[in-house]
């Protein structure tokens, strides 16, 4: 899981008022990745949040729409400051041309944030179809006899047993998004995954107690 | 659902159908940059074409559906979701655009979707792998790895994946997932795997 940014850029978390932009030094690479990673996230929390209902979580797609923003214009900065010559300039338009994609996907993310938070519906239609898609998403709330309780993420080795990664946690009325490998889930946690559909039921399974582990080591 | 139910199913197979094309194009075109692959960013390209159709057709269906009023700002969320897919079939049409524009991808490109939480792979399937005269079904490479087939190359053909294709020794295969995977599935196709993959998956628990 991506260490978050945030805290080094001290990104604005406010939606209403826009964050003067200046220039920090930052690796291009550590930019992209992390506009890469958040982007597919916002997606998954978007779809989440349409499919779940959760206001929460599309206010938490905005914030990180405002992240990616300034992640961009940082990335840009640091672009052209790193071009010396032609040829220079010429190798790291495929760098913005990623970055603008990103962009791109975080904008329709919030876009579908949007729908949600302006109460515009969700056609059960959407519900009957995100059955059928590759990729599932899941709510599931850990019951306390649970494994995974008291347990990090980390740990559980969700991703390379069963291909399931949890993408946020709803803990009482705070959330965690994109939590990192050592954060501690606990008894009644909300947790939303997203993963191919087996991996996904063995994963409701294990957080509601049904079974003991995921896999025969 | 006032609406017939030949067209609820109608756009509910299309909206599968966009979401999932929408990111299977972000996957391969992220694909095409690393491996700097003019062939699979003209196949982006051409799905990028279908999915444009793709989203017409859904959004017509939706707007002759019959919807009442009542129902008009539900609808108006389906169309949106629609929206979103072919935002992201076009933002990976636009990574692939770099390929087939001839701008060599810059090598942190390379380090970032190998970086990047989820990762794409190619992997050869050697004459003794225990993939080779498998069909992806039946070798079940995501339950072994947490590897995604995203398509085959093989020879000068690119193989969209099927539950039913066959796996061929010489297949290139490419294939996305976490990180942690990867080693798993080069095993595999190299045959070097001897039954202890460090994450092979249970089929079934009781």
């Known amino acids: 899981m991506g260490g978050r940014l945030a805290l080094k850029l001290g990104a ?25 990673d958040i982007s597919e996230l916002m997606i998954d929390l978007a779809y989440s949040a349409a499919l779940f209902h959760s206001k929460e979580l599309a206010e938490e797609v905005l914030e990180l729409e405002s992240y990616i923003d300034n992640l961009v214009y940082l990335l840009n900065m640091n672009a052209m400051l790193a071009a010396r010559d032609a040829e220079d300039a010429e190798a790291l338009l495929s760098v913005t041309a990623v970055a603008s994609a990103a962009d791109k996907i975080s904008d329709a993310a919030a876009d579908m944030a ?20 590759e990729e599932h998403l899941t709510r599931v709330k850990v019951e306390p006899n649970s494994f995974f309780v008291d347990k990090t993420v980390g740990e559980l080795k969700l991703a390379p047993t069963i291909g399931v990664d949890i993408i946020a946690i709803r803990r009482g009325r705070k959330w965690i998004i994109d939590p990192e ?6 008894e009644g946690d909300v947790l939303i995954a997203r993963g191919a559909g087996a991996g996904i039921e063995e994963f409701e399974e294990a957080a509601e107690g ?4 995921l896999e025969e080591e | 659902m006032t609406i017939p139910k030949k067209i609820s199913e109608q756009l509910v197979k299309k909206l599968v159908e966009l979401k999932d094309t929408s990111e299977l194009m972000l996957d391969l075109a992220y694909s095409a940059l690393l491996l700097n692959s003019k062939e699979l960013a003209e196949e982006v390209e051409e799905l990028e074409e279908h999915v444009d159709d793709l989203h017409t057709e859904f959004e017509l269906l939706a707007l002759r559906s019959g919807f009442s009023p009542k129902e008009s700002k539900d609808f108006l969320g389906l169309i949106r979701l629609g929206v979103v897919t072919e935002a ?26 190998e970086e990047a939480d989820e990762t794409v792979t190619r992997v050869q399937i050697a004459e003794n792998s225990p993939l080779a005269g498998k069909t992806l079904r039946e070798a079940e490479i995501p339950e072994k790895t947490g590897m995604w087939v995203l398509v085959i190359r093989r020879g000068n053909k690119w193989i969209r994946p099927k539950p039913n294709t066959k796996i061929q020794a010489g297949d290139i295969i490419i294939a996305s997932g976490y990180a942690e995977g990867e080693e798993d599935l080069t095993k595999l196709a190299t045959a070097k795997a001897d039954g202890n993959l460090s994450s092979t998956a249970k089929n079934s628990y009781s």
Do not use: N
């Open chain 1, 12 to 36: 604005s978390k406010s939606m209403t008022e826009f964050e003067k932009v200046e220039y920090k030094p930052v690796p291009i690479r550590e930019l992209l990745t992390e506009m890469k």
């Open chain 1, 114 to 133: 949007a729908i949600v938070l302006k109460d515009i519906g969700v056609h059960p239609l959407i519900r009957q179809a995100f059955q059928k898609v």
């Open chain 1, 181 to 186: 490998d050592e954060e501690i889930i606990r």
């Open chain 1, 210 to 213: 049904k079974i003991e582990k």
């Open chain 2, 88 to 113: 992201i079939a076009d933002a990976a049409a636009q990574i692939a655009e770099v390929v087939l524009r001839g701008i060599k991808p810059h090598p942190i490109l390379k380090m970032v979707i």
